[in-house]
């Protein structure tokens, strides 16, 4: 079974550090017992580019981010650019995959299925859209982002759900390139605000059940 910790409110530079620190001891023990790690947190307003980003899908340039407090960081994860902010749900399952299943494309799907079983619970249909990674209403709608690292069969980054977040500052982005889709949010869709404890209970929940 995975530890848990919850690492609060965090900028997104140091959690990616923590994460790095985190890989490299499960590395250096994996022979001896599962030492995986699931992250809690949020970050301050950012905008990560990933090892496929394009700056086109960026829509302001750098001073004018920093002019609104958001900052810009690139990143090695997979995928294109995304946005991350206070009161979005962000899931850093850092898995030795050699404990579970030495397969990266079953753990996106696995990752995704925790998604949609965390929202059903609030009466939301998610589902996946041919050919993008992440959860989706209507096949319209994107509430949950996801985007990962792997080496030596250990993860990084992960998801992040939208939950209570200021939706508009995704304006200043195409998220992850795609132009014709909508961005949305759990806050958004039901019309109420979500109670972030609870939220992150039923996600440990689903979660425990699917990487036992």
């Keep these: 079974m995975f530890k848990i910790q919850d690492w609060g409110l965090i900028p997104y530079i140091e959690s990616s550090e923590r994460q790095k620190n985190i890989s490299q001891n499960i590395l250096a023990n994996r022979e001896q017992n599962n030492n995986s790690v ?3 947190c949020e970050h301050p307003s950012v905008i990560t580019i990933g090892k ?13 981010l920093n002019s609104k407090n958001i900052q810009l960081s690139y990143t090695n994860r997979g995928g294109d650019v995304t946005l991350h902010n206070p009161k979005q749900l962000i899931g850093y399952p850092i898995f030795d995959l050699t404990y579970y299943k030495t397969d ?5 799907r696995e990752i995704e299925e925790c998604i949609i079983e965390v929202i059903a619970e609030y009466g939301l249909k998610g589902g996946r859209v041919d050919g993008l ?3 989706w209403l209507e096949n319209e709608r994107k509430i949950c982002a996801i985007g990962l690292h792997c080496s030596r069969w250990i993860t990084s ?3 992040a759900l939208n939950v209570n977040n200021d939706l508009s500052e995704f304006e200043n982005i195409i998220p992850c390139g795609i132009k014709e889709k ?5 806050e958004k869709e039901l019309n109420h605000t979500i109670d972030m404890i609870e939220l992150k209970s039923e996600i440990l929940s689903v979660f425990k059940k699917h990487f036992v």
């Design 52 to 64: 496929s980003g394009s700056l086109d899908n960026i829509l302001f340039d750098e001073e004018t």
């Design 157 to 159: 980054h992960g998801f």
């Design 182 to 186: 909508q961005v949305t949010s759990l």
């Design 104 to 108: 990266l494309h079953w753990f996106l």
């Design 38 to 40: 699931f992250v809690l």
């Design 133 to 135: 990674t992440g959860v």
